[in-house]
Nanobody, 132 residues
């Protein structure tokens, strides 16, 4: 069974940067939707960014557009989330998730929202804390 392992979380001050990594335990053949979600205490899980590794199309939530960048390294089975200009409201547990071999060659976004139900494999999460 494929496992996803996140790393790179931590504590930073507002305006700072962090880069999260998500490594898959096995080769995934590069035709998957890889996503980053986050959940803050008392709030619903939010899809932050996603990328279809077979074609490079990407999705960003409005709250992170222009600040976060998702990228991939298929040779390393790793997806990254570069987070710049961090804000206190970015504080959350960040989860990597995979939709392996989706029926359509894309990440599923409905009404501007990344659908978490399409993701069958999840990492354990990494904490990001941004102080003001």
């Amino acid at each position: 069974q494929v496992q996803l392992v996140e790393s790179g979380g931590g504590s930073v001050q507002a305006g700072g940067s962090l880069r999260l990594s998500c490594a898959a335990s096995v080769y995934t053949y590069g035709r998957n939707c890889m996503g980053w979600f986050r959940q803050a205490p008392g709030k619903e899980r939010e899809g932050v960014a996603a990328i279809y590794t077979g074609g490079g199309s990407s999705y960003y939530a409005d709250s992170v557009k222009g600040r976060f960048t998702i990228s991939q390294d298929n040779a390393k089975n790793t997806v990254y989330l570069q987070m710049n200009s961090l804000k206190p409201e970015d504080t959350a547990m960040y989860y990597c998730a995979a939709d392996f071999f989706p029926i359509e060659p894309m990440c599923t976004v409905v009404a501007g929202t990344l659908l978490s139900s399409h993701f069958g494999v999840w990492g354990q999460g990494t904490q990001v804390t941004v102080s003001s």
